[in-house]
């Protein structure tokens, strides 16, 4: 069976969206306007890279990364290089600059995470994230927390009335700049 991690860039109040400067956000590239760059920061990214073993993506991540991530081939040669599933109910096909398979359900993300293989890392993917919280699909969080408080914007978490999910604290490291790494495995 695989594993499902999330992985977001995430504001102390919550907030993932637009953290590498997407447009329609008042806030959007947070993660570079308002914190210094340090590069100690993101070296759980380039693990996430080694050690996934295929990206689930939502349509709206598939459909900004498609263009972009194919071209970035020393930052994202891991990504470049492993199976892609983008899930969505609306998305006709695939974008042949960076293919993927869709899928058309949280059953059909179930059925995936039944297979071998390595973990299923989902980047980005604010609704997905939360619809597979709310499964109890996700095995592990890997979280970068900035020390900023945004306000309004699409949130990590899920607002559903829901039982206590209970997480174990398995990482943390807090750097110079503030930002917090924090790895959560769901306990179950």
């Known amino acids: 069976m695989r594993q499902i991690i999330v992985t977001a860039f ?8 637009a953290p590498g400067g997407e447009p329609g956000y008042r806030n959007s590239g947070w993660t570079f306007k308002d ?17 996934a073993g295929a990206l689930l993506l939502g349509r709206t991540s598939y459909e900004a990364f498609a ?15 492993k199976p892609r599933y983008v899930v969505s109910t609306t998305l006709k096909e695939d974008d042949e600059r960076w293919p993927a398979t869709i899928l058309r359900s949280i059953d059909e993300v179930a059925a995936l995470k039944e297979t071998d293989g390595g973990p299923l890392s989902v980047q980005g993917s604010a ?45 943390h490291e807090v750097y110079g700049n503030g930002i917090q790494k924090q790895v959560f495995d769901v306990v179950r």
Request: a negative charge; charged letters at 30%; zero cysteines.
């Open 67 to 81: 263009p972009v991530w194919p071209t970035m081939t020393e930052e994202f040669a891991g990504y470049n290089a």
């Open 35 to 51: 914190v210094e760059f340090l590069p100690e920061a993101y070296e759980i990214k380039g693990r996430e890279q080694e050690e």
């Open 127 to 171: 609704t997905l994230g939360k619809s597979l919280a709310d499964a109890g699909l996700v095995d592990r969080y890997h979280l970068l927390v900035f020390p900023l408080l945004l306000g309004a914007g699409k949130r990590l978490f899920s607002d559903a009335d829901q039982d206590a999910v209970k997480l174990d604290l398995v990482e």
């Open 10 to 17: 995430v504001s102390l109040d919550g907030v993932m969206e």
